[in-house]
């Protein structure tokens, strides 16, 4: 009985080429509207104990989801709740 292995040769990766058009960038800023939308929708779903628990205030809920790059525990609208 005889195993028989094959083995492949990766070729050359080729490069991309970065193809920008008005389409794309519309595509692109439709999908970013999107999940702005989803992440407000879903902070908004939130109470206001578990929006405190992760740090945000319920009248800062557009702000974080306009910019989610920004960490929100480093902005403080309204004390902690004593409980």
Do not use: H
């Not at 992440?39 to 910019?67: F, H, K, M, P, W």
């Amino acid at each position: 009985m005889s195993t028989i292995r094959e083995t492949t040769e990766l070729g050359a990766v080729t490069a991309r080429r970065q193809v920008y058009s008005p389409l794309e960038t519309y595509w692109n800023a439709f999908q970013e509207w999107r999940k702005r939308l989803r992440l407000q929708a879903t902070l908004c779903d939130l109470n206001d104990r578990e929006l405190q628990d992760i740090g945000i205030a319920r009248g800062e809920v557009d702000y974080v989801a306009s910019n989610r790059s920004i960490d929100p525990r480093g902005i403080r609208s309204i004390p902690p709740m004593n409980v």
